[in-house]
T-cell receptor, first 113, second 114 residues
Framework: KQEVTQIPAALSVPEGENLVLNCSFTDSAIYNLQWFRQDPGKGLTSLLLIQSSQREQTSGRLNASLDKSSGRSTLYIAASQPGDSATYLCAVSPISGNTPLVFGKGTRLSVIA | EAQVTQNPRYLITVTGKKLTVTCSQNMNHEYMSWYRQDPGLGLRQIYYSMNVEVTDKGDVPEGYKVSRKEKRNFPLILESPSPNQTSLYFC?????????????FGPGTRLTVL
């Protein structure tokens, strides 16, 4: 059964730092991997979707990488800002049809001004 | 504005009293899903729908019902709510399946069953 782990569970950094969030998954047979952001009291917002054939995706200050063979993905945030404070979730899509996404429990990020 | 809306946002109810949480999307998406989010367990899919009149179970369907009579709406029905259904619920939609396409989430419904 696919399991997704995110480490650390919480992270606090000063504004301006570059940081890396980690996501690992146990079964490399995935269709894609997605990173989401969740703000308190709000729903999830999709940040980046990496297809299994891709190695990375970039959007602004965010860069997500995928190493399917080792079961790892990282989300790199450059020049962090207080507005980046949120919980970041990764989710993998198993390769077999419409099997539900498997989510990690998230990393709660605080960027201190 | 493209969005997924849910109502109510907050609900406190008692065991056994039937309730419906509505979900609506204005993006003409084929796929819609319901998730629940619990501390320590993360997000888990309850039910999903690939099109009108086509629904299927997710990971945790027990105690829930859904219907998809119109493309834009996907209500979640709790016929006889129990305290273990106290949770934060999210509706989501996507143009294609979540395996291939970005999902758009609603703002969530916080349900408390006493």
């Amino acid at each position: 059964k696919q399991e997704v782990t995110q480490i650390p569970a919480a992270l606090s950094v000063p504004e301006g730092e570059n940081l890396v969030l980690n996501c690992s998954f146990t079964d490399s047979a995935i269709y894609n991997l997605q990173w989401f952001r969740q703000d308190p009291g709000k729903g999830l917002t999709s940040l980046l979707l990496i297809q299994s054939s891709q190695r990375e995706q970039t959007s602004g200050r965010l860069n997500a990488s995928l190493d399917k063979s080792s079961g790892r993905s990282t989300l790199y945030i450059a020049a962090s800002q207080p507005g980046d404070s949120a919980t970041y979730l990764c989710a993998v899509s198993p390769i077999s049809g419409n099997t539900p996404l498997v989510f990690g429990k998230g990393t709660r990020l605080s960027v201190i001004a | 504005e493209a969005q997924v809306t849910q109502n109510p946002r907050y609900l406190i109810t008692v065991t056994g009293k039937k309730l419906t949480v509505t979900c609506s999307q204005n993006m003409n998406h084929e796929y819609m899903s319901w998730y629940r989010q619990d501390p320590g367990l993360g997000l888990r899919q309850i039910y999903y729908s690939m099109n009108v009149e086509v629904t299927d179970k997710g990971d945790v369907p027990e105690g829930y019902k859904v219907s998809r009579k119109e493309k834009r709406n996907f209500p979640l029905i709790l016929e006889s709510p129990s305290p273990n259904q106290t949770s934060l619920y999210f509706c989501a939609s996507s143009l294609a399946g979540w395996g291939t396409d970005t999902q758009y989430f609603g703002p969530g419904t916080r349900l408390t069953v006493l």
